[in-house]
């Protein structure tokens, strides 16, 4: 099993790498993997948009895989990466995320989502900050304050043609508004105080997704379907900036477009890649080099697992292990990432999460009750009685009016009756 299983990662993987190798070089073949990279790197329009932290992870479990959740969007970590998201889940939850990140930044959130029926609404608040300090050639300090981008989003996502075979597909989108904040800096030929509010910019923007989930190539029992494929436009807006004067347009948001699936072959091991291309909504030709990401989720027990990414998103490849375990109903996710690609030697932070989950509004006793009705409506079936079965099937659709089996049955028993009649008829002309 282990053999396997480690078999089945690395070829994962090599996959991965085959891909993005074939797509970085295809007009001109690398002579080593560092060229690759290198390709990979030369990017004239990297940096070009504003409100850059929104490419930042909130933290732990979606930056563990490598940033490759499109597909898997399984938790309240789909803000960043599906809204469709939300429509799944199948608990109410809430969570808060540290992100540690390059030179003294961070970013931290707060987030929350429910569901009703197929109807999946969230909210969340992340923002972004780094300490600035200004001093003169004496040393003396002029100014200092702080850097942030704030950012607060409101979700909401529907289920479509939702069914016991056919899991539906999920849409869903992400209402954003964004603030990024200047402290107040000293000119550096004056020393005069400027204010930060000239500099500072707002943004609206929104996040369209989509969902869907099916079997593929599965080698274990359960109803959850194991494969699933999500498509989303992440950051679609505009920024201003000059509130102190004249409110004119920023630079371009950074905006992009993603592609991902994840796979659960066995019932403890799940993988999952990803495909993003930024998108210059103002000038499509400028826009900046995709980025590829893959992860793995290793389940240990039902209570802890193991998850491991990689990310290629600039010259260098990005590392990342974390670690996922549940404690008093709370789950709690810490992730340790080797980042090649933000400086010119390596960085290492660390990402943490905690996550409650909150209950189900009743899904899961409304999903035995279903069951139970099912299950006495096949015993009758098989007692001939078809007119009961009908009716516990009638009273199971009530509750799930999307429970196929329930409405298969009432076919057939209905036909019985119906070949019933029909014999009736026929001895009574005899």
Same mark, same amino acid.
């Given at each position: 099993?282990?053999?396997?299983? $480690?078999?089945?990662? $690395?070829?994962?993987?090599?996959?991965? @790498?085959?891909?993005?190798?074939?797509?970085?070089?295809?007009?001109?073949?690398?002579?080593?993997?560092?060229?690759?990279?290198?390709?990979?790197?030369?990017?004239?329009? $990297?940096?070009?948009?504003?409100?850059?932290?929104?490419?930042?992870?909130?933290?732990?479990?979606?930056?563990?895989? +490598?940033?490759?959740?499109?597909?898997?969007?399984?938790?309240?970590?789909?803000?960043?990466?599906?809204?469709?998201?939300?429509?799944?889940?199948?608990?109410?939850?809430?969570?808060?995320?540290?992100?540690?990140?390059?030179?003294?930044?961070?970013?931290?959130?707060?987030?929350?989502?429910?569901?009703?029926?197929?109807?999946?609404?969230?909210?969340?608040?992340?923002?972004?900050?780094?300490?600035?300090?200004?001093?003169?050639?004496?040393?003396?300090? @002029?100014? *200092?304050?702080?850097?942030?981008?704030?950012?607060?989003?409101?979700?909401?996502?529907?289920?479509f043609f939702h069914g016991y075979y056919f899991k539906g597909i999920a849409l869903g989108m992400n209402?954003?508004?964004?603030?990024?904040?200047?402290?107040?800096?000293?000119?550096?030929?004056?020393?005069?105080?400027?204010?930060?509010?000239?500099?500072?910019?707002?943004?609206?923007?929104?996040?369209?997704g989509a969902l869907t989930r099916f079997n593929f190539l599965?080698?274990?029992?359960?109803?959850?379907?194991?494969?699933?494929?999500?498509?989303?436009?992440?950051?679609?807006?505009?920024?201003?900036? +000059?509130?102190?004067? @004249?409110?004119?347009?920023?630079?371009?948001?950074?905006?992009?477009?993603?592609?991902?699936?994840?796979?659960?072959?066995?019932?403890?091991?799940?993988?999952?890649?990803?495909?993003?291309?930024?998108?210059?909504?103002?000038?499509?030709?400028?826009?900046?080099?995709?980025?590829?990401?893959?992860?793995?989720?290793?389940?240990?027990?039902?209570?802890?697992?193991?998850?491991?990414?990689?990310?290629?998103?600039?010259?260098?490849?990005?590392?990342?292990?974390?670690?996922?375990?549940?404690?008093?109903?709370?789950?709690?996710?810490?992730?340790?990432?080797? *980042?090649?690609?933000?400086?010119?030697?390596?960085?290492?932070?660390?990402?943490?999460?905690?996550?409650?989950?909150? +209950?189900?509004?009743?899904?899961?006793?409304?999903?035995?009750?279903? *069951?139970?009705?099912?299950?006495?409506?096949?015993?009758?079936?098989?007692? +001939?009685?078809?007119?009961?079965?009908?009716?516990?099937?009638?009273?199971?659709?009530?509750?799930?009016?999307?429970?196929?089996?329930?409405?298969?049955?009432?076919?057939?028993?209905?036909? @019985?009756?119906?070949?019933?009649?029909?014999?009736?008829?026929?001895?009574?002309?005899?």
């Amino acid at each position: 099993m282990m053999k396997t299983t $480690a078999r089945i990662i $690395a070829l994962f993987f090599f996959l991965v @790498q085959s891909a993005l190798i074939f797509a970085l070089n295809i007009t001109q073949a690398p002579t080593s993997v560092s060229d690759v990279f290198d390709t990979f790197a030369q990017d004239e329009n $990297a940096g070009s948009s504003t409100f850059l932290s929104l490419n930042i992870p909130t933290g732990a479990r979606a930056e563990s895989l +490598g940033g490759a959740y499109t597909g898997l969007s399984d938790d309240i970590s789909f803000f960043d990466y599906n809204p469709a998201g939300s429509a799944l889940l199948s608990e109410t939850e809430a969570a808060v995320f540290h992100n540690s990140w390059i030179s003294d930044s961070a970013i931290e959130t707060i987030a929350a989502t429910t569901r009703y029926g197929d109807f999946g609404m969230a909210a969340a608040a992340k923002c972004f900050y780094v300490p600035f300090t200004q001093y003169d050639y004496y040393g003396e300090k @002029q100014t *200092d304050g702080y850097y942030s981008e704030t950012t607060a989003i409101f979700n909401m996502s529907y289920n479509f043609f939702h069914g016991y075979y056919f899991k539906g597909i999920a849409l869903g989108m992400n209402i954003k508004g964004a603030w990024r904040s200047v402290p107040d800096y000293a000119d550096s030929e004056t020393s005069e105080i400027k204010k930060g509010i000239s500099q500072s910019a707002a943004a609206v923007m929104a996040d369209f997704g989509a969902l869907t989930r099916f079997n593929f190539l599965k080698f274990y029992s359960s109803r959850e379907p194991n494969f699933s494929i999500g498509l989303c436009l992440k950051n679609a807006g505009v920024a201003f900036t +000059g509130f102190s004067k @004249q409110i004119e347009r920023d630079d371009p948001i950074a905006t992009q477009a993603s592609i991902g699936f994840s796979y659960k072959m066995l019932e403890a091991f799940t993988l999952s890649a990803d495909f993003s291309q930024p998108i210059n909504l103002f000038s499509p030709s400028e826009s900046e080099k995709f980025s590829a990401g893959a992860g793995m989720i290793f389940q240990i027990t039902n209570k802890t697992a193991i998850l491991a990414g990689f990310l290629l998103k600039g010259g260098n490849p990005r590392m990342s292990l974390g670690g996922e375990a549940v404690y008093r109903g709370v789950q709690f996710n810490i992730n340790y990432t080797l *980042d090649l690609t933000s400086s010119l030697n390596p960085v290492n932070h660390i990402s943490l999460s905690a996550k409650i989950r909150l +209950g189900d509004r009743g899904r899961a006793k409304k999903a035995a009750t279903v *069951d139970e009705k099912y299950i006495e409506g096949l015993q009758k079936y098989s007692e +001939g009685d078809y007119t009961e079965a009908i009716r516990l099937w009638k009273e199971a659709l009530e509750i799930d009016s999307g429970f196929d089996p329930a409405k298969k049955g009432i076919t057939i028993a209905q036909k @019985q009756q119906q070949l019933i009649e029909k014999i009736k008829e026929m001895q009574s002309l005899d």
